[in-house]
């Protein structure tokens, strides 16, 4: 069982940054693929950014590439998501993932291949 706590997520203006964490538990977590997702009012969840284990590559929706930024920190096992440059349409709930088993990246971002999701924290962008 692996829990996920997020955190960091608040009201901003348009324009400003936001940095997501996500605190995880289990012993492997430096083996886990950890993604990051959304859910905006009236629209169905999408993928926002994620980190595979070792070596840690990184990949993002396009609406996002520039201005959100992942990375991860196994001694802590915590994710986090640097929010820059935040727009209205970034407004939703998001979301910290973990894929244990590499199901994510290996069925083309699919989201069936997570395992474990967090509770979800609300970011507000105001224009």
């Known amino acids: 069982q692996v829990q996920l706590v997020e955190s960091g997520g608040g009201l901003v203006q348009a324009g400003g940054s936001l940095r997501l964490s996500c605190a995880a538990s289990g012993r492997t977590f430096s083996s886990y693929t950890m993604g990051w997702f959304r859910q905006a009012p009236g629209k169905e969840r999408e993928g926002v950014s994620c980190?595979?284990?070792?070596?840690?590559?990184?990949y993002y929706t396009n609406s996002v590439k520039g201005r959100f930024f992942i990375s991860r920190d196994n001694a802590k096992n915590m994710v986090f998501l640097q929010m820059h440059s935040l727009k209205p349409e970034d407004t939703a709930v998001y979301y910290c993932?973990?894929?244990?088993?590499?199901?994510?990246?290996?069925?083309?971002?699919?989201?069936?291949?997570?395992?474990?999701w967090g509770k979800g924290t609300l970011v507000t962008v105001s224009s």
């Open positions: 980190i595979s284990s070792t070596p840690g590559s990184t």
């Open positions: 993932a973990a894929d244990l088993l590499g199901e994510y990246l290996y069925y083309g971002f699919n989201q069936n291949g997570m395992d474990y």
